[in-house]
Structure formats: structure tokens, C-alpha cells
């Protein structure tokens, strides 16, 4: 489904459970008039949600009183790739993304100037209902928390976890979007987290370590990647993308491989794309 930025809200509104979303270049700035404490809230359904244009085109911004957006009981795994997430200015949890009893997959997605009153500057993940948060090859700059940092003592600036599960990788190995998307999942002892997506190659650099606080208490505990950075991300120098794709600059001037609309083999089946990926990684494309 095609979109504008700045109407995302429809557009996930009239989506079902697993329907990708290509954002065209522009900026969300007002409310969707759902929650309070969010821009945009995104709850009890999943989605992908990837920008289609190049070089942090899609930006969605926060406004003061309002985090940019709250992720909630969404039944699935909802992936938001190349976006800019900033701005954000709440005075409670979450400037940037809230995450409540929902599994979320970003990737090269940009955190820039958010700020909540109290924990999770650019990211919150609470505790009510279980909640998997995965990050690939995402960048952070000039996020905060102030109660966190004067008060409490705690860190958080960049993401506070609240008893759940947070992985925080690197670049992730090729294209911006899955070519094997991670299914619903619901998280149990017994169920553990998927393996992160199937990409192609990335050349990484790694930034500032992140302001992180993974929340630990009363017998109650929270799995988060430590210590973690922030991350750029491009194409491996040399390397081309599998057939049927094409390079594009993402959010934070990654490049990476989508599928190029004037190439036949676009529409090649999930196999033939695997087969691309693999055969990159076979030639030493991983990072």
C-alpha cells in the first residue's frame, strides 16, 4: 500500500495484520487524535512500515506534550525501516517510540532531539504485557530524559527496558527491508525470540556508545544488549545488489537494496530473492 507521510495514520488505519506500507518522502507533524501522549499510535494490529524514498525523506516528528509514536498491543511484529523519528517532547515515557505489550523490528531508522519528562529519551519499552524490541544498524544523537538523569540517577536517554527483551544490533547484513519476514510471535519460554531477518551486505561504522538502562528489580529482570552503539550503515564498496534490486540511501544515508520496479526479476518468488541474499554472503559480504 502506497502512502504519504504525513497521512500514515489513514493508511494504517484501512491496513490489515501483515500489510507493508511504502511511504512516499515528507514530513508527519500533527495528531492523529488517538492518544494524548502520541503523534501517532499504532496499536492492535501489525505492519511494515518502510520509507520508499532516499536519504531520511520521512520524517516523523514529535510536538511539545507528545512523544512521535506509541506501539501497543499489536498482536504481531510490527518493522519500521528508514525512517527519522525526532523531536519528540513527552512528559511522560518514550519521547521517540513507545512500546507496550508488542514485538517491534527497527530498522536504520534515525532517533534525533526526543525527550520524555521521565525514562526512555528516544525509547521506552514498558511492562505491561510482554514486549520484544529489536534494532538493526539504527543511529541515536541528542536524546534525553531529565528526570532519569537529575533525579533517579538512572541512564535511559536513548532506551529504557522495563523487564522485556531489547536486542540491539549492528548493521543489519543487506537489503532495508526483510526478504524472510519475521512472523507473528508471541514470546514464552518455550517460544523464543526469531532469528532477525535475511539481508544482503553492509558496511558498518560504529558511533557513541548509547545512554541504555535496562531496569532490574524486586526479582524481576530485563534482557538487553550491553554495551551497545549507535550505528551508520552502507553498501559494501564493490558489491551489487542481488538481481532484481537497486541501491537506495536510507534515513541516516545508508545505502541499501530494494526492489528496482523496472527490473522483471522484482517479481521473482521469496526463493529466487533467498538465493541472492545467500550468494552474497557467500562472497564475504557480511559484516
Not at 19 to 32: K, P, V
Not at 234 to 253: H, I, Q, R, Y
Request: with cysteine; proline share 7%.
Amino acid at each position: 500500500m502506497s502512502c504519504n507521510t504525513a497521512e500514515v495514520a489513514t493508511c494504517f488505519a484501512d491496513a490489515s495484520d501483515g500489510d507493508e506500507l511504502e511511504l512516499s518522502a515528507g514530513t508527519l507533524s500533527s495528531w492523529d487524535g488517538i492518544e494524548s501522549d502520541f503523534q501517532l499510535t499504532l496499536q492492535s494490529k501489525y505492519a511494515t512500515i518502510t520509507c520508499s524514498a532516499d536519504g531520511g525523506a520521512c520524517i516523523w516528528q514529535g510536538a511539545t506534550g507528545k512523544g512521535v509514536v506509541g506501539i501497543t498491543n499489536n498482536g504481531g511484529t510490527s518493522t519500521l525501516s528508514h525512517l527519522v523519528v525526532k523531536d519528540g517532547n513527552t512528559s511522560y515515557e518514550g519521547g521517540g517510540l513507545y512500546v507496550q505489550n508488542s514485538n517491534v523490528v527497527l530498522i536504520l531508522v534515525a532517533f534525533i532531539d526526543n525527550t520524555a519528562s521521565y525514562y526512555g529519551g528516544a525509547i521506552y519499552v514498558g511492562d505491561s504485557g510482554p514486549s520484544t524490541v529489536t534494532l538493526q544498524g539504527c543511529s541515536f544523537s541528542g536524546n534525553t530524559c531529565p528526570f532519569a538523569e537529575t533525579t533517579s540517577g538512572t541512564s535511559g536517554q536513548d532506551v529504557f527496558n522495563w523487564f522485556q527483551t531489547v536486542m540491539i544490533y549492528g548493521c543489519p547484513a543487506g537489503e532495508d527491508k526483510p526478504i524472510r519476514p519475521s512472523p507473528p510471535f508471541v514470546p514464552s519460554p518455550t517460544n523464543p525470540p526469531p532469528p532477525p531477518p535475511l539481508f544482503a551486505g553492509f558496511a558498518q561504522t560504529q558511533g557513541s556508545a548509547l545512554s541504555n538502562w535496562n531496569n532490574n528489580y524486586d526479582g524481576h529482570s530485563g534482557t538487553m544488549t550491553s554495551p551497545a552503539y549507535s550505528y551508520t550503515c552502507d553498501m559494501v564498496e564493490g558489491k551489487d545488489c542481488p538481481e532484481g534490486l537497486t541501491s537506495k540511501k536510507g534515513a541516516n544515508g545508508a545505502k541499501s537494496c530494494v526492489d528496482d520496479p523496472s527490473s522483471s526479476s522484482s517479481v521473482l518468488p521469496i526463493l529466487g530473492r533467498v538465493a541472492g541474499a545467500l550468494a552474497l554472503l557467500v562472497a564475504g559480504c557480511t559484516i
